[in-house]
């Protein structure tokens, strides 16, 4: 973690590899917390991924500083990964909830809005303003996010109107079927 961390504050130009990195790392730290807290009770079964979780929490703090400087970057890419990834670090959920807002409304690139929708709803944003967008990208982004994993299932937390919207949202993208398309062929 901290390796790849001086690479982001050096500048490396693979920048969004490392974003993409630290947020694997991120929600593997997450997916032992979920499974944790399934649990009844604790035995001292989970002592090595909790100093894990805290190790990775501790390399990060301080970078969503470096982070916030890059959503000016001129690759959309690199800004994608930087609104994801501050959705997940933010020191300051109020500030940067303010900076992504502007780089989502002041963006043209569909799936960096739909990056950017996603590190709102992180930071606290209602997600049902976005799942109404007219880029296909945000609201399938949006979708994927309430429904799958490392975050979990928040679907059963939201009302019955918008559990629905998200339910035909997966619908209207669905995966392609290939025996179908080699037939065509």
Same mark, same amino acid.
């Given at each position: 973690?901290?390796?790849? %961390? ?15 990195? =630290?947020?694997?790392? *991120? ?15 604790? %035995?001292?079964?989970?002592?090595? $991924? ?12 301080? !970078?969503?500083?470096?982070? %916030?400087?890059? *959503? ?15 959705? $997940? #670090?933010?020191? @300051? ?17 569909? =799936? =960096? ?26 609201? @399938? ?9 490392? @975050? ?13 919207? #998200? $339910? #035909? ?6 995966? !392609?079927?290939?025996? #179908? =398309?080699?037939?065509?062929?």
């Amino acid at each position: 973690m901290r390796a790849v %961390r001086r690479v982001i504050e050096d500048g490396c130009r693979w920048r969004a590899d490392a974003y993409g990195m =630290l947020m694997y790392v *991120l929600n593997h730290a997450y997916e032992w917390r979920s499974l944790r807290l399934m649990r009844d009770r604790y %035995r001292g079964e989970f002592d090595a $991924s909790i100093a894990e979780e805290e190790a990775v929490f501790e390399a990060l703090a301080g !970078l969503d500083a470096v982070v %916030r400087e890059e *959503l000016v970057d001129d690759d959309p890419e690199v800004r994608a990964m930087a609104c994801l990834l501050l959705g $997940s #670090i933010s020191g @300051q959920p109020e500030l940067d909830a303010e900076l992504v807002r502007m780089l989502f409304d002041a963006e043209t690139d569909d =799936l =960096l809005r739909g990056c950017a929708a996603e590190s709102l709803v992180r930071l606290g944003a209602d997600g049902a303003e976005f799942l109404g967008d007219p880029a296909a990208a945000v609201r @399938q982004r949006l979708a994927w996010f309430y429904t799958r994993w490392p @975050q979990g299932p928040r679907v059963k937390f939201l009302d019955d109107a918008l559990h629905e919207r #998200i $339910s #035909i949202l997966l619908r209207e993208h669905a995966p !392609l079927d290939w025996k #179908i =398309l080699a037939e065509e062929v």
